[in-house]
């Protein structure tokens, strides 16, 4: 069974803040992929960023960065100098079962919605 | 532009019927899949299909039925079956196993 926890169902921040989102996941796979996505107000996801187990180095996108630490299973999201676009619910994803899930399949945390106040 | 068309944005079902919300596609992606969304609570899958003519129950298919006759095209009726059908509904697809997977805009959907 996978399972995707996000512990932060609500964070509240002003302007220029830096915030970080937390992800931990569950899975009894050895290979697998983890995702970030964004839900702006209006309502459909935003794919952020894509990562397989094999690869754990930090990325980093412009004010946007992730921190994906196999040990702890977790895929941290941070967000430098948080910005007033930046507020939605942003949700994590696992999808496992590299070679038994022929459907794709995804699971989702409960996602976390992040407040940037002006 | 490539993408994922959901309709209606809005709509709003009477107690015994059916409803039907659409889900197009033109993005030559193979596989589609349909979500859930409740206030404060992540996605769950309903129902997804890998290729025409083939579809399988995902976690919550209960009151739920779709079908799959072309390949851009995936629509979800919402049966009378399904006795709390007040959500969000979101339709994604995807083209391979390991892309990501890519939304519409969703249908919100309420009891009249």
């Known amino acids: 069974a996978q399972k995707v926890t996000q512990a932060q169902t609500e964070i509240s921040v002003v302007e220029k803040e830096d915030v970080t989102l937390d992800c931990v996941y569950e899975t009894r796979d050895t290979t697998y992929y983890l995702f970030w996505y964004k839900q702006p107000p209006s309502g459909e996801l935003v794919f952020l960023i894509r990562?397989?187990?094999?690869?754990?180095q930090n990325e980093i996108s412009g004010r946007y960065s992730w921190n994906f630490q196999k040990s702890t299973s977790s895929f941290n999201f941070t967000i430098t100098a948080s910005q007033v676009v930046d507020s939605a619910v942003y949700f994590c994803?696992?999808?496992?079962?590299?070679?038994?899930?022929?459907?794709?399949?995804?699971?989702f945390g409960g996602g976390t919605r992040l407040m940037v106040k002006p | 532009d490539g993408g994922i068309t959901q309709s209606p944005k809005y709509l709003f079902r009477k107690e015994g019927q059916n409803v039907t919300l659409s889900c197009e596609q033109n993005l030559n992606h193979d596989a589609m899949y349909w979500y859930r969304q409740d206030p404060g609570q992540g996605l769950r899958l309903i129902y997804y299909s890998q290729i025409v003519n083939d579809f399988q129950k995902g976690d919550i298919a209960e009151g739920y039925s779709v079908s799959r006759e072309k390949k851009e095209s995936f629509p979800l009726t919402v049966t009378s079956a399904q006795k709390n059908p007040t959500a969000f509904y979101l339709c994604a697809s995807t083209r391979t196993r390991n892309q990501p997977q890519h939304f519409g805009d969703g249908t919100r959907l309420s009891i009249l």
């Open positions: 994803a696992l999808r496992g079962g590299l070679y038994n899930n022929a459907g794709n399949m995804l699971t």
């Open positions: 990562r397989n187990s094999f690869d754990e």
